[in-house]
């Protein structure tokens, strides 16, 4: 059916061959299609709407009524009670029918109003009259005063009259305050919808006509249908609840491909919008300063069932619609989607997936939604003002809100011109209670999101907590901030400038609530996280607010800052070089498979540095990140520290850190500094384990600010890849000129894996760097089973190996290393160690020394060679060195030496045999005065049985 676009809702009416006089417009509307016959199907006018229209279809029966009641009341006098309690339990009866809302009698209304319509106006009729009996008569009996006096001992009867008669004008007031909305518009959440003027509202110019076999079939749909037909005056909303119209049940979602035919409405679907011409002339009625303890949230609904919503608007936003009543069946109505809620996530989440530069319509009637549709094509029209009109043909009731928005063209501090900075978006009336949306923000956002597959509703820009919307939403109209305390224009621009993900990570603002900060000096912006979170990672941009510049003389802005978070709270410290403003930019980092690092800006603000020192400020030093401290991989890991924040001073030139660590890994780190180069400083940060401790040792080379990085690696899941997990700023005040570690590797210093292994235990030097005020030195290391060891002295500088100046030997569970450096200097001592019944030649190592001398306090000379049977359990206590400038005449040899049956010193081919005086000690003395200076090589031999004459060297002087 076609007309012309001003057709009236009298029109349609008359069209549709119902009445349709001034006194019944509002009953017609709610009457149409058969409805006329059920004026109390609250399916599609509410209880007291229908209560007033009820007595405005039939005055006259109620007219009548009343005059039978008064006369009926004075001739028969107390007999009328019964006739009016009789009255009194059917009002009662229809009051319980008319204020109905969850479709219990939709059974019988519908057969009532199909079958037996004519019967049914008759018994309405016969009720109408029957109130006027009871309402009126009631009066008459209550008027004169005499009257009990005339019915005499039915005194008791007259009084149980008036009560009768009082709960039937209270009833009547009810109605007409309920019908004529008398409500205080204070004690309303927001405004009632109806009572409401959107803006650029769009109204249905075309004629329509709804058919009773849809409306019957399609139970939920007919009657968001029907409600949409008639002014609805809705009572103060309270606590919002989903009502028995959601959904119990996800739908089914039918899988399409791009461009695939849609379904087709059937020929008795119509449109219907939930505004009409006639509600434009209704006032405005301004929403409340305190909004009532409502809260849309996504959480009403069933997970499940939002998803399933979700996945249909995706589909049929792959299909190309002839007509906008085709999409709105398609994409509610066909599912039986009538819960408001659920309707306008179906309708948020097309909009948001569909590329509407690109839709198409077969006809496109002026001022019709396939127009509005099409206009976003062209820009002549908005996002919201496409989210309006959808809502308007689903049953929603929607405004268009217009004000100021913080979007991509915001810059911290900026002050908004009316001219030029305008933004709309949309509030929507669900379940009682008002919403905000922004389509338009919402749908660019998703829509990058779905170019990697990503299907979720950005929850910020539909229906968000008011509080956080205000942060990029202002409003011409101030009380739709719907905030307890509405905020000015001059307290919005002072906000800083809040992004959605501000919120998604449960930030709060410590230190600077205005967004412009004004330094002198050193600026600290503190921001806290949820306590629940182990810790967050942040980074940051800085740069000039004159442009795009983010350098400095050559060096990064962001060097002049540092981020750290500790306990809860991250905070931002930036010493800026001169005197000029600034933007700066808060992320977030989120990690992601394949070590994939997304950021998520949080917030922003204008620094505008207004003094500086004296002198120039240098960047912080040259590191990885800005993060200092712990980072995610520390947390990751396992890794634990008593370290509690990111700087470390030094003492006396030097700084120590210890982490705890929960299994074997491997660590390297770097120092780093301004002016010098990496390589330089690699011999004044070193590490080694202990345990489950690693020590961190730095040495600052001079007074300044270093950086510390520390790598880690789990053997057992990273392969070679090594991972930060931390990061600290050395500060040393000291006037210190330090001498350099030696270059090492990563990891060389300290234990081995075989170490913990294979028993092994540090006794006298648990830290692998041993500075020395001597030049001698016994390490002492505890095995838990037979093992064989063995050593290396190495001297640095020269790489030059020195094994005749560390002496190995074993007395019980103690293995002993003793160390002579002939010079000063740092030398290497590198020990090895393989059990006893392991046939392996090779020994691994187990564990690295690092020894600085640093005075040579006695002269030194080199220890006796040991062979491979000496290292297995064997020990001397004299004489160690044997030398002509300490010799004596006769040295006195004190061994010991397990399972030997013989011990021998031989000298120039002259055997010393020596005595045993207890199990495996062996003592004698050697005449060795003939040979001092000769040459002469002294060794000492053992047997161990079986053949007597074959004995195996153990230990070899030189004299």
């Keep these: 059916m076609t007309s012309n676009s001003h057709s009236t809702m009298d029109d349609l009416e008359s069209e549709d061959n119902t009445t349709a006089n001034p006194n019944e417009q509002d009953l017609a509307n709610c009457e149409d299609n058969n409805v006329k016959s059920n004026p109390l199907n609250m399916d599609c006018c509410n209880s007291a709407s229908t209560i007033k229209r009820f007595f405005n279809r ?39 029918l008319a204020s109905g809302s969850d479709n219990k009698f939709g059974v019988f209304e519908r057969i009532k109003s199909t079958i037996f319509s004519t019967f049914f106006d008759k018994i309405w009729n016969f009720f109408a009259f029957s109130l006027g009996v009871l309402v009126l008569g009631g009066f008459v009996l209550w008027g004169p005063l005499l009257m009990p006096f005339l019915i005499g001992k039915s005194f008791l009867f007259y009084f149980s009259s008036l009560a009768v008669a009082f ?188 590329n509407l530069k690109e839709i198409t319509f077969d006809n496109v009637e002026k001022g019709s939604p396939e127009e509005v549709l099409l206009e976003l094509k062209e820009d002549k029209t908005t996002y919201p003002k496409v989210f309006d009109t959808m809502c308007n043909y689903a049953g929603i009731h929607s405004k268009i809100i217009s004000g100021y928005a913080k979007g991509v063209d915001y810059i911290p501090g900026m002050k908004f011109n009316q001219d030029t900075d305008k933004h709309s978006w949309n509030a929507v009336y669900i379940n009682g209670t008002w919403g905000l949306v922004d389509a338009d923000w919402a749908a660019r956002g998703i ?9 979720r509703l950005d929850e910020h820009y539909f229906l968000p907590d008011s509080h956080h919307f205000i942060c990029a939403h202002f409003p011409n109209d101030k009380q739709w901030q719907l905030l307890e305390r509405p905020i000015t224009l001059d307290e919005f621009e002072n906000m800083p400038h809040i992004k959605p993900e501000f919120f998604t990570y449960g930030l709060e603002i410590v230190s600077h609530h205005s967004v412009i900060i004004y330094g002198q000096g050193e600026v600290n912006i503190r921001l806290r996280y949820p306590a629940l979170k182990q810790k967050l990672d942040f980074d940051f941009i800085l740069q000039f607010e004159s442009g795009e510049e983010e350098e400095y003389k050559g060096t990064k802005l962001n060097r002049y800052g540092m981020q750290e978070s500790v306990e809860g709270i991250a905070s931002f410290r930036f010493r800026l070089p001169i005197k000029e403003s600034y933007i700066l930019s808060i992320y977030v980092k989120e990690y992601k498979p394949e070590n994939i690092v997304s950021l998520h800006e949080v917030c922003e603000y204008k620094i505008v540095q207004e003094e500086v020192s004296i002198t120039e400020l240098h960047p912080f030093p040259p590191c990885t990140y800005l993060n200092w401290g712990p980072s995610s991989y520390f947390y990751r890991y396992g890794l634990t520290t ?6 470390i001073s030094t003492m006396d030139g030097k700084a120590e850190l210890q982490i705890i660590i929960p299994k074997q890994m491997q660590f390297m780190t770097k120092l780093k500094h301004n002016d010098r180069n990496d390589a330089d400083l690699e011999g004044y940060a070193i ?31 990273d392969g070679t890849t090594l991972h930060q997990v931390a990061q600290y700023l050395v500060e040393c005040s000291e ?69 005749e100046f560390v002496f190995t030997q074993t007395k019980d569970s103690v293995v002993s290393f003793i160390v002579n450096c002939p010079s000063i200097g740092f030398y290497k001592l590198q020990l090895y160690a393989i059990p006893v019944h392991d046939p392996s030649q090779q020994l691994p190592g187990v564990y690295n020394y690092l020894i600085n ?35 004596k005449p006769t040295v006195n040899f004190h061994v010991k030496i397990p399972r030997a049956e013989d011990v021998a010193v031989v000298v120039n081919q002259k055997w010393t045999h020596l005595q045993s005086s207890q199990p495996e000690i062996w003592q004698g003395e050697v005449n060795l005065a003939p040979y001092y200076g000769e040459g002469v090589k002294v060794t000492v031999n053992a047997n161990f049985g079986g053949d007597k004459t074959s004995y195996s060297r153990l230990l070899e002087y030189v004299i």
């Design 447 to 455: 829509i990058k999101k779905l170019r990697k597959l990503h299907y």
């Design 167 to 354: 709960l039937g004008m209270a009833a009547m007031k009810i109605v007409g305050q309920r019908g004529e909305e008398e409500v205080n518009i204070d004690s309303v959440s927001p405004p009632a919808p109806e009572h409401m003027a959107p803006d650029d509202a769009v109204p249905d110019t075309r004629q329509q006509e709804v058919h009773s076999q849809f409306a019957s079939s399609q139970d939920q749909a007919s009657q968001e249908l029907k409600s949409a037909r008639e002014t609805v005056y809705m009572p103060p909303p309270e606590k919002t609840v989903l009502t028995n119209a959601s959904l119990s049940k996800p739908i089914q979602v039918e899988m399409r491909s791009v461009g695939q035919q849609p379904p087709t409405a059937p020929p008795t679907f119509v449109l219907v919008p939930v505004r009409t011409e006639q509600e434009k002339s209704l006032p405005i009625v301004a929403p409340p300063s305190i909004p009532g303890n409502l809260k849309l949230s996504l959480d009403q609904v069933d997970r499940q069932i939002l998803h399933s919503i979700e996945d249909h608007a995706i589909q049929v936003s792959k299909s190309e619609h002839p007509s906008f009543r085709e999409l709105v069946w398609d994409l509610i109505f066909s599912k039986h989607i009538s819960n408001e809620l659920e309707k306008v996530i179906a309708i948020f989440r097309w909009l948001a997936t569909k």
């Design 58 to 96: 039939r005055p006259t029966e109620f007219f009548l009524g009343a005059i039978a009641g008064c006369v009926f009341t004075l001739i028969v006098g107390k007999t009328a009670l019964y006739y009016l309690a009789a009255v009194a339990v059917v009002y009662l009866v229809a009051l319980l």
């Design 853 to 887: 001398c640093q005075r040579k306090t006695e002269n030194v000379y080199p220890f006796p060679m040991q062979y491979t049977k000496w290292k297995e359990g064997c020990y001397l206590w004299e004489p160690l060195v044997v030398h002509k400038e300490i010799g």
């Design 687 to 717: 590490h080694w384990i202990v345990g489950n401790t690693v020590y961190f040792n730095i040495t600052a080379p001079s007074c300044g600010e270093y950086g510390l990085e520390i790598h880690a690696n789990n053997p057992a899941t």
């Design 642 to 647: 008593n370290q509690q924040t990111a700087q």
């Design 735 to 803: 006037d210190v000129e330090s001498v350099p570690l030696p270059k090492l590797y990563a990891g060389y210093l300290g234990a081995k894996p075989k170490f913990n292994d294979y028993g092994l235990n540090t006794l006298s030097h648990h830290i692998p760097v041993i500075h020395l005020e001597a030049n001698t030195v016994k390490i002492q290391v505890s095995v838990a089973q037979d093992i064989r060891v063995d050593a290396d002295l190495i001297e640095v500088e020269s790489d030059r190996k020195l094994p």
